[in-house]
C-alpha cells in the first residue's frame, strides 16, 4: 500500500493524460442514420467543427457544430488537475519539506477537479443538444449517444480522481 500512496499522483496523472487524449481522439456523439453508424469526432465534441454526415446516396451538411461546454469545461478541467498532479509528483523529488504540506492540498484539488470532469463527460450529449438545438434533433439525425471514448474518458477521470485522493484519505484516517 505505501508503494501505491507513493506514486498515486503520477499514475493519477497517466491516466487523466489517457482521458484528455480519449476527449481529442475518439468520437464525441455516435448517430445512427438508416442503420449505419456515423461519429461527430472528439475535436467538434471539445471546441465545434463543421461536420457534413454522408452515406450511400445521402449526405447531411450540419454545418458548424457548437461545442457542449461540458466536454470543454471537462477537457481544461484534466488539464490543469495533470498538471497539478505533476507537480505534486515531482515537490517531494525537490526535499524543501515546507512545499509537502502544500502538495497534498495540491493533490485534494487536482482529485476534485477529476471528479467533477468526470461526472460532466457524462452531460455531453445533452449539452451538445442544447448548444445545436435544431440540428441535432432534425431527421435523418436524431438517434444518438455519447461516444465510448468520452465515456472511457469520463470513468479514467473518476478512477484518477479516486488515486490522487488516496494519499490524504489515508492521512486523515491514520489520524
Known amino acids: 500500500m505505501k508503494a501505491f500512496l507513493k ?11 489517457v482521458a484528455i487524449i480519449l476527449m481529442m481522439a475518439t468520437p464525441s456523439l455516435s448517430a445512427v442514420v438508416n442503420d449505419k453508424t456515423y461519429n461527430i469526432s472528439g475535436i467538434a465534441g471539445l471546441f465545434g467543427a463543421d461536420v457534413i454526415l454522408s452515406g450511400n446516396g445521402w449526405s447531411v451538411n450540419l454545418g458548424h457544430v457548437n461545442a ?21 509528483t515531482i515537490l517531494p523529488l525537490l526535499k524543501i519539506n515546507a512545499l509537502d504540506k502544500f502538495a497534498g492540498l495540491i493533490a485534494l484539488c487536482a482529485a476534485c477537479c477529476l471528479l467533477v ?59
Open 7 to 17: 506514486f498515486s499522483g503520477l499514475i493519477a496523472a497517466v491516466l487523466a493524460i
Open 117 to 175: 470532469g468526470g461526472i460532466l463527460m457524462f452531460f455531453t450529449q445533452p449539452a451538445m443538444n442544447a448548444a445545436n438545438a435544431t440540428k441535432l434533433v432534425s431527421e435523418p439525425y436524431k438517434d444518438y449517444g455519447l461516444g465510448a471514448g468520452y465515456v472511457v474518458a469520463a470513468i479514467l477521470n473518476i478512477v484518477a480522481a479516486a488515486c490522487a485522493a488516496c494519499p490524504a484519505v489515508m492521512k486523515l484516517l491514520k489520524k
Open 68 to 88: 457542449g461546454w461540458t466536454a470543454t469545461v471537462a477537457w481544461i478541467l484534466a488539464l490543469v488537475a495533470t498538471v497539478a498532479l505533476l507537480v505534486v
